[in-house]
């Protein structure tokens, strides 16, 4: 896997479930919901045939994962994800939630 910062490193799937965890922490999200949500980023991975992915595929993936199952989750990922440099990015993808959810 490709990261930002142009090091290489093999997936692992250890990582997503940290990160999946984290962000649902205290939050109505049973541990068969996290397994199953990697799960299914694993077989997109592989679906795509590809020897190296970016590690922004593997984010959005989990993103996308995390916005249908929990959006508190989603928030959570998304800012440690995205990095947000202010409050400004915060509250622009936030938007972006609530308008996807209405």
């Known amino acids: 896997m490709a990261k930002k910062d142009g090091r290489r490193e093999p997936y692992n799937r250890d990582k997503v479930l940290g990160g ?27 679906a795509r ?14 993103m996308t994962e995390l916005r249908g199952l929990d ?4 928030i959570r990922f998304a800012s440690v994800y995205r990095s947000f440099a202010d409050l400004n990015s915060f509250q622009e993808e936030l938007a972006q939630l609530l308008a996807k959810s209405e």
């Open 71 to 74: 959006k508190v989750a989603y």
């Open 49 to 62: 045939g590809e020897s190296e992915v970016q590690s922004t595929v593997v984010g959005d993936l989990v």
């Open 20 to 46: 999946l965890r984290k962000a649902s922490e205290k939050r109505p999200v049973s541990e068969a919901a996290i397994q199953e949500i990697a799960d299914r980023v694993e077989r997109d991975l592989y």
